[in-house]
């Protein structure tokens, strides 16, 4: 868990130094262009094995009402896809048909008042899979302010998948749970999907896993 964060965290850092050196150049404007940053983040799923469902950059509406989203799946990591890059087709503005208000968000919230990557979740992936999701989000900012937050989701059952092997060698019940109490990952079935209560979290082993807001339990 702690090597996928950190891969993550590498994603992360690369788009989130990739639109800071944009936005540099276009100090005041209230459009970034971005251009070529649809390569960017193909380069960044074909160069890293990292199972990211979605990654990209989302712009603060305040700061850059007239900048569109610039998020995509990959086809990889879609099944139903016929291959290339889709786009999170979603509208910032409140006028907008698709709007999206992700300044609301618990993902946004929290990526936009710390300083450094931070991972919220699970939440139902946005898009329509229906998934399970956990963001991983990084504010970008220009002279100290918020321009935007780049992001990247993976599956709760790709979660599951990575950390099936560890959990199998501990104790039963033991899950990776969120901050919240949700089950990301468990050895547990009757736990899969559900929710940990905090006194329950309190009075079974927990530990903080490192580089995440997530714990390690034994609770149930």
């Not at 209560?197 to 903080?208: F, I, K, V």
């Amino acid at each position: 868990m702690v090597t996928l964060s950190k891969q993550v965290n590498v994603l992360l850092d690369s788009m989130r130094a990739r639109v800071e050196e944009e936005a540099a150049g276009s100090a005041g404007e209230s459009a970034l262009r971005l251009a070529g940053f649809e390569a960017f983040v193909r380069g960044l799923y074909d160069s890293q094995d990292t199972p990211v469902l979605g990654m990209g950059f989302l712009p603060n509406p305040k700061a850059l009402p007239d900048t569109a989203v610039r998020w995509w799946y990959h086809s990889s990591r879609q099944p139903d896809s016929r291959g290339g890059l889709r786009p999170l087709a979603v509208g910032l503005q409140p006028d907008a048909m698709d709007f999206y208000d992700t300044t609301s968000t618990e993902w946004w919230h929290r990526g936009a008042t710390s300083e450094g990557p931070v991972v919220s979740g699970p939440f139902v992936d946005i898009s329509g899979t229906n998934a399970y999701v956990v963001t991983f989000a990084q504010a970008v900012r220009l002279s100290e302010r918020l321009i935007g937050l780049v992001a990247a989701d993976i599956t709760v059952a790709t979660l599951q998948t990575l950390c099936q092997n560890h959990l199998l060698d501990m104790p039963r019940p033991t899950s990776v749970i969120s901050s919240e109490g949700m089950v990301i990952a468990t050895n547990a079935g009757a736990l899969l999907g559900g929710v940990v209560e905090q006194e329950a979290t309190a009075q079974g082993r927990s530990a903080p896993i490192s580089g995440t807001s997530w714990y390690l339990t034994t609770a149930h």
